[in-house]
């Protein structure tokens, strides 16, 4: 079974910026699945920020995070980062890291989430 642990969410003021990691382990072929995050604020639904294929080759984002969020991932270490940039309020939400993508942008595993909080 794959685990997912988020870290380095947090409060931060409008314009700053925070970044974003997430540790996998327990599965064989971690290094092969496609990793994303995703993220929720308070009464919406969860949508897709970013993600990356397993060779880090190819990365996709959503309209709101293209030119503000890279994504990145460390295959050795099974970390995926996503650093975000020129932060928004509407940023503000639960982030969550994802992995093994089973169709478009949606995946088997997830972890427990990690707030980012933008004060305007």
């Known amino acids: 079974q794959v685990q997912l642990v988020e870290s380095g969410g947090g409060l931060v003021q409008a314009g700053g910026s925070l970044r974003l990691s997430c540790a996998a382990s327990g599965g064989t072929f971690i290094s092969t699945y496609a990793m994303g995050w995703v993220r929720q604020a308070p009464g919406k639904e969860r949508e897709f920020v970013a993600d990356?294929?397993?060779?880090?080759?190819?990365?996709n984002y959503a309209d709101s995070a293209k030119g503000r969020f890279t994504i990145s991932r460390d295959n050795a270490k099974n970390t995926v980062s996503l650093q975000m940039n020129s932060l928004k309020p509407e940023d503000t939400a639960v982030y969550y890291c994802?992995?093994?993508?089973?169709?478009?942008?949606?995946?088997?595993?997830w972890g427990q989430g990690t707030q980012v909080t933008v004060s305007s």
């Open positions: 990356i294929e397993w060779s880090g080759g190819n990365a």
């Open positions: 994802a992995a093994d993508r089973t169709q478009y942008r949606k995946y088997r595993y």
